[in-house]
T-cell receptor, first 116, second 110 residues
Framework: EAGVAQSPRYKIIEKRQSVAFWCNPISGHATLYWYQQILGQGPKLLIQFQNNGVVDDSQLPKDRFSAERLKGVDSTLKIQPAKLEDSAVYLC??????????????FGPGTRLTVL | RKEVEQDPGPFNVPEGATVAFNCTYSNSASQSFFWYRQDCRKEPKLLMSVYSSGNEDGRFTAQLNRASQYISLLIRDSKLSDSATYLCVVNVLRSRALTFGSGTRLQVQP
């Protein structure tokens, strides 16, 4: 079974530029998550989708970050404009459903962003 | 106060040693508990869930103390391949995203 796909794997931009990350979850997984992992810290949730609806975006800096999952499958996370403190690994994860007994989230390899 | 707190380590242990990691969580409404493993520059992967009765998976034993809001992971007979960062994770509601600790780094030495 194919895992969670993310692209690009690495991105280097200058502050105030824009950047977008793409995620394709495991086929059939209804729930998709975007996490931000700063060096030396654990992942922190940015946004959670259930199909194409937002379940939780309380920790998403909405003045500069946006995300969508228009058809309930793949998703895009955008930063505009980027700040130095946005340098981190952006992890996408998916799980089969939020109402079933399984809680396992499967993570993609992440996109490592460096803002100069 | 952080929602999930862990000793960052590093824990440097010889092969064959037994090592224990501890974690505390602040939200008493937390319902699900996990240990994830993260190798350097890789994504986190589920190591094991943690149940109130305690559970074991080979060389790994996890314990949960709800009264003290405390989770532990014991690794017996450490292998070089166990070297990684171990993330303590809680979930307040089954349907919600995970809250991660900052991780404890383990280095097993030959």
């Amino acid at each position: 079974e194919a895992g969670v796909a993310q692209s690009p794997r690495y991105k280097i931009i200058e502050k105030r530029q824009s950047v977008a990350f793409w995620c394709n979850p495991i086929s059939g997984h209804a729930t998709l998550y975007w996490y931000q992992q700063i060096l030396g810290q654990g992942p922190k949730l940015l946004i959670q989708f259930q199909n194409n609806g937002v379940v939780d975006d309380s920790q998403l800096p909405k003045d500069r970050f946006s995300a969508e999952r228009l058809k309930g499958v793949d998703s895009t996370l955008k930063i505009q404009p980027a700040k130095l403190e946005d340098s981190a690994v952006y992890l996408c994860a998916s799980s089969i459903d939020w109402g079933l007994s399984t809680d396992t989230q499967y993570f993609g390899p992440g996109t490592r962003l460096t803002v100069l | 106060r952080k929602e999930v707190e862990q000793d960052p380590g590093p824990f440097n242990v010889p092969e064959g040693a037994t090592v224990a990691f501890n974690c505390t969580y602040s939200n008493s409404a937390s319902q699900s508990f996990f240990w994830y493993r993260q190798d350097c520059r890789k994504e986190p992967k589920l190591l094991m869930s943690v149940y109130s009765s305690g559970n074991e998976d080979g060389r790994f034993t996890a314990q949960l103390n709800r009264a003290s809001q405390y989770i532990s992971l014991l690794i017996r007979d450490s292998k070089l391949s166990d070297s990684a960062t171990y993330l303590c994770v809680v979930n307040v509601l089954r349907s919600r995203a995970l809250t991660f600790g900052s991780g404890t780094r383990l280095q097993v030495q030959p």
